[in-house]
């Protein structure tokens, strides 16, 4: 079965940084855009950023400017790079096709407080 696998989560300080990391199967990865979702506590996902298989990238206004997204088609991995965090980024963070979604992964947790 294809798995999904993030991690780099953590608990940050407002105005941090953290840099996620996911990684699936190359055949599961290869050719397809993928996306970062989040959940917040009590919220429904939402997707936050995503990017074609040739880099092209796009944001949820409330990530723009502060999150950049990239992708590593050799390692079939994205990654999500998170400045400026705010309280309002805690959530736990998953990747995943944007069509054809498979299985989520278990996520990984993001907290932002002081």
């Known amino acids: 079965q294809v798995q999904l696998v993030e991690s780099g989560g953590g608990v940050v300080q407002p105005g941090g940084s953290l840099r996620l990391s996911c990684a699936a199967s190359?055949?599961?990865?290869?050719?397809?855009?993928m996306g970062w979702y989040r959940q917040p506590p009590g919220k429904q996902r939402e997707l936050v950023a995503r990017?074609?298989?040739?880099?092209?990238?796009n944001y949820a206004d409330s990530v723009k400017g502060r999150f950049t997204i990239s992708r590593d088609n050799a390692k079939a991995t994205v990654y999500l790079q998170m400045n400026s965090l705010k309280p309002e980024d805690t959530a736990v963070y998953y990747c995943?096709?944007?069509?054809?979604?498979?299985?989520w992964g278990q996520g990984t947790q993001v907290t932002v407080s002081s």
């Open positions: 995943n096709r944007i069509v054809s979604r498979l299985p």
């Open positions: 190359r055949s599961a990865f290869y050719m397809f855009e």
């Open positions: 990017i074609t298989s040739g880099g092209g990238t």
